[in-house]
């Protein structure tokens, strides 16, 4: 070690770190500063990984919580060839690479997305998960470490009390988390929000919890190195570090740890831009050079790298020779290749509660699918994933064989959770809870949308049907929040999440295969906990029919030339089909009904297929248990919809049907009403 060229390394990358946060004129310098020693020691002594394939699976990852914090992270990365110059004095503008808060980006370095505090170090722990639970079938392969990094805010963020309680729970040792405590907040000084000791609360937890100065490098390494060789708890280690480290005014005295060095350019403040500069080693008038001393030790270290991770590589390839079938395993759990799947042999019973029809996939994936991990929020036996449960395992602390983790009363958690299980890569995330608990889970699922993670989420009791529960547990405007992601482009163009709600026990078979077939973006079954009359079969068989599911809506049941079309989608189909008989027996009238399980993957078909099934300017009627709102858009302007515009009330489901008028033969009369106000002749 040298430890002059680790200074000089950690006072380049607070250079680069104020530097482009000044030219920006936006951003937040301090914390970069105070955090450059931890990360200059990590990615050059610990953090093993390939930098001529980014990719390489069985890499070290590090997951930043502080997304405020990028500057930090792209001059790290920027040391390590990883970002152009100009990248850096591009910084937070249009078309750069090196955007306000991190953004996915593996072949710069980037393992996460970040900026909502608290969910990046929650993602690191799913990361640990997945790593154990592919080095529990694969010979300890997966050995590698996931490191963290968190700040005062992350660590206040409620999200962190329960990735705590999981990873200490899991005893995840490879798990090793740096906590930049500076004491300053964006707005504060933290002892203005808390007394809390943070130390005690992780090794409540079950955390090994180390204290350091955090400019100290050896203490640093000692930390770390303590971390390497723990075998049964994740560690924390609380570097005491300074806000703005190395800036200093105009006449040179030193000007630390102030509040206002968090969120603005140092030349904003009563530091002075071009002295720190100075101070820190750095040329004013060529503020984003590298120093050609810290140039030339990190190409050593490059160099270091890559032979160490070639050598690990060879070790794979021999290891690969003598256990194809293993070998060829871990490709396709990493291409996310699935099985030979036939989800229509999946037994289904009749008239069965959409929650019920999913535990019957999910016990048929239990034995076909490798590697899937499925959560629920304490909720196993009513969200029904105790359909996989019942054919695995729990998760627990040194025994990962299992596939399935109870996550306790933490939806958010669990939901970070699965979107670092996804980013790890080589597993399938599956989470559950009940729909009107997504309210919890929603930072994650619009992380899980921005980031393009193939996670499943299992939402039941879908509607004002769970009954004597009441208004809490009902959900009511959560389909029309959730469906706005799917209105939503992600940045590769495509619709950014999937919302399918199968109108019966076979549609949600297929539902499931949708779900997993779609490898590009989250995926949200959202399930009813009653029984569902099954649709009529129209073809050769009620699985063929609902395939057609997969154009995001069908008509199931079909008339030339129809007076009307009544649109839905989940248990509001069956009753609509009802009222269709009914009202055929009362008027003359021809009327053709459509499932629209996701109105976004409709939208996205070809306009003759929409107007085939749902006929421009012609009558339609929806029927939606929840707001107006989801079906609207559907029915258009001389559509009309029955929907909810109140929450729900505690009393039994049928009870509530009928109050709310959601029977048939409350159908039938809003849809005769629609049809004289359109001046149909009705004749009975």
Request: aromatic share 8%; net charge negative; glycine share 8%.
């Amino acid at each position: 070690m040298n430890n002059k060229i680790d200074q000089l390394a950690a006072n380049n990358i607070r250079a680069l770190a104020i530097s482009m946060v000044e030219k920006a004129n936006s951003g937040h310098p301090g914390g970069a500063m105070g955090g450059a020693d931890f990360m200059h020691i990590l990615y050059t002594e610990y953090l093993k990984y390939d930098p001529s394939d980014m990719h390489w699976i069985f890499r070290d990852r590090f997951f930043m919580d502080a997304g405020h914090l990028s500057a930090l992270m792209y001059a790290q990365y920027y040391l390590l060839g990883n970002f152009e110059k100009t990248d850096l004095q591009n910084f937070r503008q249009w078309g750069s690479v090196t955007p306000g808060h991190p953004e996915v980006d593996v072949k710069r370095g980037i393992e996460n997305t970040s900026g909502p505090l608290g969910q990046g170090h929650a993602m690191g722990v799913g990361a640990a998960i997945a790593a154990k639970f592919l080095s529990a079938r694969f010979e300890n392969l997966f050995d590698h470490k996931i490191y963290g990094f968190i700040t005062d805010g992350g660590v206040q963020e409620e999200i962190s009390q329960g990735a705590g309680r999981i990873a200490g729970h899991l005893g995840l040792n490879n798990f090793i988390m740096f906590y930049d405590s500076n004491d300053v907040q964006l707005s504060s000084m933290t002892d203005e929000v808390t007394t809390e000791n943070t130390a005690m609360k992780y090794e409540s937890w079950g955390w090994k919890v180390v204290t350091i100065d955090g400019h100290d490098h050896a203490q640093i390494r000692k930390a770390l190195t303590d971390a390497h060789n723990e075998t049964g708890k994740p560690t924390l280690i609380i570097g005491r570090t300074i806000m703005g480290k190395g800036c200093v005014t105009a006449d040179g005295t030193m000007y630390e740890g102030q509040c206002e060095l968090h969120g603005k350019p140092i030349g904003g403040t009563k530091a002075d831009f071009e002295k720190t500069l100075l101070n820190l080693g750095a040329n004013p008038e060529d503020s984003f050079a590298i120093y050609k001393e810290v140039e030339a030790h990190y190409k050593t270290i490059l160099d270091q790298k890559t032979a160490e991770s070639a050598e690990r590589k060879a070790k794979f390839a021999t290891w690969e020779t003598q256990n194809p079938e293993a070998a060829q395993k871990i490709k396709q759990f990493f291409n996310g290749d699935l099985p030979a799947l036939d989800f229509g042999s999946i037994a289904q019973k009749a008239n069965a509660a959409t929650r019920d029809a999913s535990a019957a996939v999910l016990g048929y994936l239990a034995e076909n699918v490798e590697n899937m991990i499925v959560s629920s929020a304490d909720l196993s036996n009513s969200d029904k994933t105790d359909g996989f449960l019942k054919k695995s395992s729990v998760l627990k602390k040194n025994d990962f064989s299992g596939a399935f983790l109870q996550a306790g009363v933490a939806e958010l958690t669990m939901a970070s959770i699965g979107n670092g299980i996804a980013l790890h890569g080589g597993v399938i995330p599956v989470v559950a809870t009940f729909f009107v608990f997504s309210d919890y889970m929603k930072p994650a699922i619009r992380l899980a949308a921005i980031q393009e993670l193939p996670v499943k989420y299992v939402w039941t009791h879908d509607s004002f049907r769970v009954g004597e529960d009441g208004p809490t547990h009902q959900p009511i405007e959560q389909e029309a929040q959730i469906r706005l992601l799917e209105k939503i482009k992600n940045h590769s163009g495509d619709q950014s999440l999937l919302a399918l709600r199968p109108a019966d026990a076979i549609e949600t078979s297929v539902a499931w295969q949708m779900a997993l077939e779609n490898k590009k973006t989250p995926t949200g079954l959202i399930l009813s906990r009653q029984e569902i009359k099954d649709i009529p079969t129209t073809g050769n068989s009620r699985f063929e029919d609902a395939l057609e599911a997969k154009k995001g809506g069908y008509l199931v049941k079909s008339n030339d030339d129809p007076a009307i079309t009544l649109v839905a989608n989940g248990s509001e189909v069956a009753t609509l089909i009802e009222a269709a008989e009914e009202l055929e027996h009362i008027i003359k009238i021809k009327i053709n009904v459509a499932s629209i399980i996701s109105e976004g993957l409709f939208r996205s078909q070809p306009k003759a297929y929409q107007e085939s099934v749902i006929p421009h300017n012609q009558l339609v009627f929806g029927l939606t248990a929840g707001l107006p709102v989801n079906l609207e858009n559907l029915v258009g302007s001389k559509g009309k919809v029955f929907g909810l515009d109140h929450f729900g009330y505690s009393a039994p489901a049928s009870v509530l049907d009928q109050k709310f008028g959601f029977t048939s033969k409350n159908a039938c009369e809003e849809i005769i009403k629609y049809l004289e106000q359109n001046n149909y002749n009705i004749s009975k």
